[in-house]
């Protein structure tokens, strides 16, 4: 499948707080888990561009409102924000960054849809379930990414994602659930084409 529609994507900047961000129109996709989850690994994978979201080995790197406009698409913005649920980050941080999470997800206008990702090891902590929950609430699709899947057997994977499928309709969630992998590229086409529908 020819991802193209998402590799001329463009860092526009980082932003601490939510006051500063680009003006509030078009369409904007954010992407959000805990830590550790991969998700600056995934939107390289997405974007085909190992430089765009920075890697680190420690959790938490992701400290500010990252912005990515698709430069073929100028309605279109990937939100990266910060990963939730880092204990080594002091509790002054913690709620700054939570304050500035909450302030984006209720008042921006423009987000169309929310990409969560877990670890498909250990799934469904209490702060992804409350974005989850959140979502719901607010009407937004919700794009669940069971990541890092090249960690466990095929049959184990399937497992996973019906037991988040389980999870959710008990919830009485409607959610797109992909078993992702940003090592061998595996859910990133299937990634691709839901993030091509949002509008």
């Known amino acids: 499948m020819n991802n193209s529609f998402l590799q001329n994507a463009k860092f526009i900047g980082s932003f601490p707080s939510t006051k500063n961000l680009p003006l ?6 954010a992407f959000c888990g805990r830590s550790n989850c991969g998700k600056s690994s995934i939107l390289n994978a997405l974007t085909n561009n190992k430089k765009l979201a920075k890697t680190s080995k420690t959790p938490g790197r992701t400290q500010s409102i990252n912005v990515f406009e698709i430069e073929s ?42 990409c969560v990702i877990m670890d498909i090891r250990h799934p469904f902590k209490a702060d992804d379930l409350n974005l989850i929950k ?33 999870n959710l309709e008990k919830l009485s969630i409607k959610s797109v659930i992909i078993a992702t992998s940003a090592t061998n590229k595996t859910g990133i086409d299937s990634l691709t084409e839901m993030v091509k529908q949002i509008k």
């Open 24 to 29: 509030d129109e078009g369409t904007e996709i």
């Open 73 to 114: 698409n100028n309605n279109l913005k990937i939100i990266d924000l910060p990963g939730y649920g880092y204990a080594k980050v002091s509790k002054r941080l913690r709620s700054i960054w939570g304050k500035e999470i909450e302030e984006y997800l209720m008042l921006r206008k423009s987000l169309k849809a929310i």
């Open 134 to 166: 959140w979502s719901k609430e607010k009407d937004l699709p919700v794009i669940l990414l069971l990541n890092k899947s090249d960690k466990l057997s095929k049959n184990k994977v399937f497992q996973a994602v019906e037991k988040a499928k389980n």
